[in-house]
């Protein structure tokens, strides 16, 4: 689809972008099928599609996957997907709804699933997390978005955040191709990168996600100050025990929280929560 017939396609459904919901439409045909080759999808496949908007994505994932559920927070794509509807029939499924909100997982077949999709920028961290919650985990995680975003969730030691960890936790990420502003319509003022994350089949470390979770954003939330500072200041634990855990983890106390590894992350959480929350 080039820039005149997607124009002639938002006029034949009286549609504009909607800015709040941070729509740009992607026209490159081979970076729609770079995405889906990226995906692996084949028709053994049950595929999750997130913000299928125009439903070019949506018509390629439909032709290859054996099973394609479009979950579409703008009401107004209603009669574009429908089309697809009557194309694609036993195969294709969509639902009009948040995909924060939307128990997605109900509306799926039973077994393995994978996710596709090109979301919103502003939504990208939820979605994702949103994901790696869910009870029934996708195999795999392919998404087109913010090349500034996908350059963090795939960063290590010194440039880790929150987010980072949150997927490095559960799978593997890769930057698989990175995708200029002109590909899209309107173009966004960034450009953009297709994000694969393999998922782990069964957990790569054992933690109390709870009490990890609450030590790595504690910390975060001083990232520019000392480790020992912010687990002393922002989780009220005794200034005493927290030297001797960092000294026993051989962790420098000045050290910023960008700077540990994923498996520092767990051995330290794993040695708080032993040595001061079991009173708690």
Known sequence: MDLEQLKNLLR?????PNFTYGQNFLLDEIVLEDIVDAA???KEDVVLEIGPGIGNLTEK?????GFVLSVEKDPRFFPILKS???QYKDNFR???????EVDFQKLLPGGNYKVVANIPYYITGKIIQTLLAAKRKPTAITILTQKEVAQNIT????????LAISVQLYGEPKLLLKVPAKSFYPAPKVDSAVLEI???GKPKYKIHEADFFKIVKACFA????QLHNTLVNNLKLPAADVEKILEQLKINSAARPQELSIEQWVELAGKINLTCFSEK
């Open 40 to 42: 692996g999808i084949t």
């Open 94 to 100: 969509f639902e009009i709804g948040d995909i924060l």
């Open 155 to 162: 960063a290590g030691p010194g440039k880790l955040s929150v």
């Open 12 to 16: 034949h459904y009286n549609l504009k």
């Open 222 to 225: 001083g990232k520019r100050k």
């Open 84 to 86: 697809v509807k009557k």
């Open 61 to 65: 994932l439909c032709a290859r996957a």
């Open 198 to 200: 393999k998922l782990f």
